[in-house]
């Protein structure tokens, strides 16, 4: 998916977290690279995260030959929530919508879940590895506590404790989209993934939203079979790149 021009603009969680200007590029081409030096260039960027699609063999070659080095590849799956029924849930985990005082739990659960996960912050061997966890774990925390990153929160509940929780966003009239997915260590092996999945699309068709999709790094193999069992398919993806500047 193509648009006409890269969306370059400033990155106020990046350099917050950082410590130094940080700028993303979405949807590249190769015509957007010297709109992309030039903005880095004008405005002191330090660090710049870009993003193409997996298709455009071009933008990515280009990319590469302008310094950004490929950190991960990001592949989305689409369903059709009208075409088949969405299958019911036959697992015995309380699925339920997070609350205000779940948010610590969430976040403890976040912890546990994305320490060291490789996507394109912990691939880059020149960010420190704390702070690329923050990264999810501060995206959890604002999930439950803001309705400008996530339209719902779900959690599961096993044994009086928060198992796991699940972000939900809503694109457009027709798209709902699952965002981020955390379960604790003490609750895996028991489907909770898979129920999260299951709430999730039905949450998806109960907001009139006719596709669901979801994302992860193309080396992430085991979400991946569920969702095809689940009657996901590829959609598309994108590879990530990152460039540091000279200061």
């Known amino acids: 998916m193509h648009v006409s021009q890269a969306r370059i603009e400033f990155s106020q969680l990046d350099e917050a977290r950082f410590g130094f200007r940080t700028a993303r590029a979405i949807n ?24 193409c699609a997996a298709e455009d063999l071009g933008a990515a070659q ?33 699925i339920r919508p ?33 702070k690329c966890d923050e990264v999810y774990t501060s995206w959890a925390e604002r999930s439950v506590a803001s309705r400008e990153v996530a339209d719902q929160v779900l959690v ?21 989209e ?19 999945m299951l709430r999730a699309m039905d949450w998806c068709a109960e907001q009139g939203r006719q596709v669901m999709i979801v994302s992860t790094q193309v080396t992430n193999i085991a979400v991946q079979k569920v969702w095809a069992r689940l009657g996901f398919e590829p959609s598309h993806a994108y590879y990530t790149f990152h460039k540091w500047f000279e200061p």
């Not at 939900?168 to 009239?173: A, D, F, G, M, V």
Request: net charge negative; hydrophobic share 40%.
């Open 156 to 176: 599961a509940e096993l044994d009086g404790r928060i198992a796991g929780f699940a972000t939900l966003r809503l694109n457009s009239p027709d798209e709902g």
């Open 28 to 51: 590249v081409r190769e015509a957007d690279l010297p709109r992309i030096e030039h903005f880095c260039q004008e405005y002191d960027i330090r660090f710049c995260i870009a993003r």
């Open 178 to 196: 699952g965002v981020l997915f955390g379960v604790a260590r003490f609750a895996q092996g028991r489907g909770i993934y898979r129920s999260f």
């Open 98 to 130: 997070a609350l205000a005082e779940d948010e610590a739990a969430v976040v403890a659960v976040a912890v546990e879940s994305f320490q060291g996960y490789r996507g394109h912050y912990h691939a880059d061997p020149l960010l420190d590895r704390d």
């Open 62 to 94: 280009a990319l590469e030959h302008a310094g950004f080095r490929l950190m991960d590849t990001l592949v989305y799956y689409q369903r059709d929530l009208r075409r088949t029924p969405i299958p019911g849930d036959t697992g015995h985990i309380l």
